[in-house]
Antibody, heavy 118, light 109 residues
Framework: QLQLQESGPGLVKPSETLSLTCTVSGGSISSSSYYWGWIRQPPGKGLEWIGSIYYSGSTYYNPSLKSRVTISVDTSKNQFSLKLSSVTAADTAVYYC??????????WGQGTLVTVSS | EIVMTQSPATLSVSPGERATLSCRASQSVSSNLAWYQQKPGQAPRLLIYGASTRATGIPARFSGSGSGTEFTLTISSLQSEDFAVYYCQQYNNWPPGVTFGGGTKVEIK
C-alpha cells in the first residue's frame, strides 16, 4: 500500500495560482501500474476529478478544468504536482492526491484544505 | 460527460438491517463502476470496483451489482462503522472523463 502526502499553501488569493505537491512513499512513482491523480471536495459537497498523470508525463484533465490545470511529475523526487490558475472562491476545497489503476482510486492522501480568499 | 446520479441522498437504517444504495449513469459505463466509503474528516476508501469486485480487506457484507447504467451497493447487515457517505464513480470513458456521483449518506435510524 502506497502512502501519499499532499503539501502546499492552505490559503490562496483570488486570481492567483494554487500549487500543491504530492509525495509518494512505499513505492516508485515510475511504476507502470499506476496513474497519479488529483481529486477535490468542496466543503460539505461531493468529489470532483481534476486530472491524472502517468510517470511518462502523459496527462488527462477534467474538461471543465482543463484550461486552468497543469499536472506534472518529478520522478527524481517521487512527487507529482498540481497547479490550478485563476482561482476563485469556488475552488475552495479539500484537495486529495491519489494513486489509481485504470482510474480506480486505490490509495488516497489524507487531503489538504485550500481556501481561496483575500 | 457521463452524469452519475445516486439515490437516495440520505438513507436511514437501523444497525443490523440491510442497506441498498443506487447509482445510475446517464449512459452505459459497462462494468466500469467503483464504490467508495467516506467517513467524516477522512479520505474516501475503495470498497468495490468492476461493479462487483470487493477491494482488498473489504468485508463480505459489502456487495455490488449491476452493469450498463444501473448499479447497486448492498450492505447486508449494517455495523456501526458503516455509517458514512458512499460515492459511486464511473471510469468507463477515460481519457478524459471520470465522474463521481453526488453521494448517499447512510445514517443511523
Amino acid at each position: 500500500q502506497l502512502q501519499l502526502q499532499e503539501s502546499g499553501p492552505g490559503l490562496v488569493k483570488p486570481s492567483e495560482t494554487l500549487s500543491l505537491t504530492c509525495t509518494v512513499s512505499g513505492g516508485s512513482i515510475s511504476s507502470s501500474s499506476y496513474y497519479w491523480g488529483w481529486i477535490r471536495q468542496p466543503p460539505g459537497k461531493g468529489l470532483e476529478w481534476i486530472g491524472s498523470i502517468y510517470y511518462s508525463g502523459s496527462t488527462y484533465y477534467n474538461p471543465s478544468l482543463k484550461s486552468r490545470v497543469t499536472i506534472s511529475v518529478d520522478t527524481s523526487k517521487n512527487q507529482f504536482s498540481l497547479k490550478l490558475s485563476s482561482v476563485t472562491a469556488a475552488d475552495t476545497a479539500v484537495y486529495y492526491c491519489a494513486s489509481t489503476i485504470t482510474m480506480i482510486v486505490v490509495d488516497w492522501g489524507q487531503g489538504t484544505l485550500v481556501t481561496v480568499s483575500s | 460527460e457521463i452524469v452519475m446520479t445516486q439515490s437516495p441522498a440520505t438513507l436511514s437504517v437501523s444497525p443490523g438491517e440491510r442497506a441498498t444504495l443506487s447509482c445510475r449513469a446517464s449512459q452505459s459505463v459497462s462494468s466500469n463502476l467503483a464504490w467508495y466509503q467516506q467517513k467524516p474528516g477522512q479520505a474516501p476508501r475503495l470498497l468495490i470496483y468492476g461493479a462487483s469486485t470487493r477491494a482488498t480487506g473489504i468485508p463480505a457484507r459489502f456487495s455490488g451489482s449491476g452493469s450498463g447504467t444501473e448499479f447497486t451497493l448492498t450492505i447486508s447487515s449494517l455495523q456501526s462503522e458503516d455509517f458514512a457517505v458512499y460515492y459511486c464513480q464511473q471510469y468507463n470513458n477515460w481519457p478524459p472523463g471520470v465522474t463521481f456521483g453526488g453521494g448517499t449518506k447512510v445514517e443511523i435510524k
